[in-house]
């Protein structure tokens, strides 16, 4: 995430859009005060649930995340046998 202000990013807009579009956060600051985001558009943005994250993000102190993509994880199919967990719940329970 990068922080630009406001005369810079004037001067050099093509080039700041650029890294927008290979997927950058440009954060735009008025005299120190970050007043507008760049990113490119359907980005998520951090949820309103979470304002202390949101304030940090904006200030350019925590990069957020992209949403999860299932097609990166690999499907590892069952790992144990079908009742496994089951038969060691009864295991543990037995002696109470």
């Known amino acids: 995430m990068r922080t630009v202000g406001i005369r810079e990013l004037k001067n050099r807009l093509s080039e700041y859009i650029r890294l927008v579009r ?7 600051t008025d005299r120190g005060v970050v007043v507008a ?3 490119p558009p359907g980005t998520p943005t951090v949820q309103d649930s979470q304002p202390l994250l949101t304030i940090a993000a ?3 102190r925590v ?3 992209a949403p999860n993509r299932p097609d990166l994880y690999p499907d590892l199919g069952k790992v144990l046998p079908e009742g496994t967990a089951l038969r060691w719940l009864d ?3 037995a002696d109470r």
């Open 63 to 65: 990069r957020v995340g």
């Open 91 to 93: 295991e543990s329970r």
């Open 22 to 28: 290979t997927g950058e956060t440009v954060l735009v």
């Open 37 to 39: 985001e760049l990113r």
């Open 58 to 60: 904006r200030e350019g």
